[in-house]
């Protein structure tokens, strides 16, 4: 039989291993800058040497890149799910949008579940914290650090379900949330309603994953979103409606 006698391993392999699961897991972000040689090596444990053949092997790999000058950062190894091609087609059709939103409540939902049952209390303080900078941004009115913060709190909630497939793809599509893809949620949070609303629902989230309540968590977000969809639904409508009201001004005035 293809049995072999097991070699011990090297600790620049050991060191590899270890990067490579903290990028998989999540916990080393891409763009991220890794600690200085003198840190890291200290940290693991291992001589320098070590540490620059296992740094050399995981940028032959595409997973680290090096600055001049800056030091070793974690490789944009994120990118998109979908080509540039299809990210057009998603902004140009309204159907995308709320294809995108039915699956983000779908993913979301299992990933609050999830992380009401696996998270840790690390994981849960992080959420607790970027709520209550949310709750700092609203009572300044800055929709930008609203928006922003909104994004980061789903992303913590996908981070604690500790799922790393599911981790990765929604990160790459949150990516285009940023980018205003699928809708421009600054244009939300700058109605005084919405914005109410939408600081209650995601305290309503909070609550329910601080107190590890599957069901709550789960019905929290899909109630969120449920409502993320009808508001860009009345604010279409809306935008259809002057659009109209503009075209018969327009033609009245032509007569």
Known sequence: MPFQKVQPEK??????????????RGILRPGERLPSERELSDRLGVSRPSLREAIAELQNKGLLTSKAGAG??????LGSAFSDALVKLFAAHDEAVFDYISFRRDMEGLAAERATRLAS????????TIFDKMETAHSKRDPGDEARLDADF???????????????????????LREGVFYNRQVMFKQRTTRDTLLNQHRAINVALQ???PAGARAAVEAHLD??????TDQQKAEQNEKIALQRFQHEKAR
């Open 11 to 24: 600790l620049s392999a050991a060191v590899t291993r270890q990067i490579e699961l903290l990028i998989l």
């Open 72 to 77: 070793i950062y974690v490789a944009d190894v």
């Open 121 to 128: 209390d690390t994981d849960l303080k992080v959420i607790q």
């Open 154 to 176: 789903h992303l913590a909630i996908i981070e604690a379900s500790h799922n790393v497939i599911m981790l990765h793809m929604m990160r790459s599509m949150y990516q285009l």
């Open 211 to 213: 107190a590890r309540d």
């Open 227 to 232: 409502y993320v969809k009808a508001s860009l």
